[in-house]
């Protein structure tokens, strides 16, 4: 795996545990991270023995605490505009991955931090998690997808409460909203984040793929279009050797060993 300058990589079974580890500035989110979460995912996606990866923070203070901003210093118009959509880009890498990718988030996870977790299809928090939107003190909004996802996944009543009064939320609060699937202690964090992923890792890979792609197709999509993609999906997972493992694993009643085919 390449080397890192704020990420390191490590492998448990066929799950990636990929960690943001820039400590003292608890984690947040300069160019240069940024361009590695860029580049650990285009990496990632090679790895065709994959099953799954989990993101989280170094430490037992932050998952990430926004952009970094002594970086916003600077900014004018166009470079603005320019961070934003370089910011997006990376984030729908993320929100695209074939593999399910889980947030396991053990702090701080604020302004970017927080859209980082949202372009995940799943998050875990730690007890001591914190949620929230303060760009609007910094005289922004969030530009990372911010304004866009949070809504999706949690309505926009609360979206709205959120990003405008920059409030941050307990993690108890954040899984009341739907932000988030489960909270669990610190020490748990990555054994349980695990153990999710588990949940879904023991199924077909094709079959997580194909749903995965199918659940944010609808989410962008009319009606008609959305059926007409989970139409063409099913067909391709039909007669897959995986699905013809599950059926045949049922019928045998044993347990399926899916290849991935
Ligand atoms: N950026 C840079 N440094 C940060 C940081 C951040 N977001 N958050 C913390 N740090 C640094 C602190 O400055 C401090 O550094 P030193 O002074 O030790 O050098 C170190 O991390 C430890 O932080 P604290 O001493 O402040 O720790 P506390 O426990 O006292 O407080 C805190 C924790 C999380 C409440 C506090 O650090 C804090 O309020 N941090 C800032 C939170 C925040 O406002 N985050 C930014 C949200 S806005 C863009 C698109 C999107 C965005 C930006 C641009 N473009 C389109 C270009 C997104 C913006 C955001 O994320």
Redo the contacts with the bound molecule.
Sequence with gaps: MTDFEYLSTTKHEQIAIVTIDRQ???N??NDLLLKELEQVFAVLSEDDQLQGVILTGQGD??FV??????E?VD?DMQ??????E??QRVFSLIEEFPKPVLAAING?A????C?LALACHLRIASTNAKFG???V??G?I???G?TVRLSRLIGLGRAVEMVLTGDMISADRAEHFGLVSAVVELEDLLTESKNFLGRITRHSPLAVQKAIQSLYFAYDSRTVEALNMENDLFGQLSGSGDMKEGISAFLEKRKPMFKGD
């Design positions: 003292k500035k608890l947040a989110l203070k932050a605490a926004g952009a970094d901003i002594k916003l900014l470079t603005g505009r320019r961070g934003s370089q910011g701080y604020l302004g970017g931090g859209e939107f303060p760009e003190s910094l922004i969030p530009g990372f911010g």
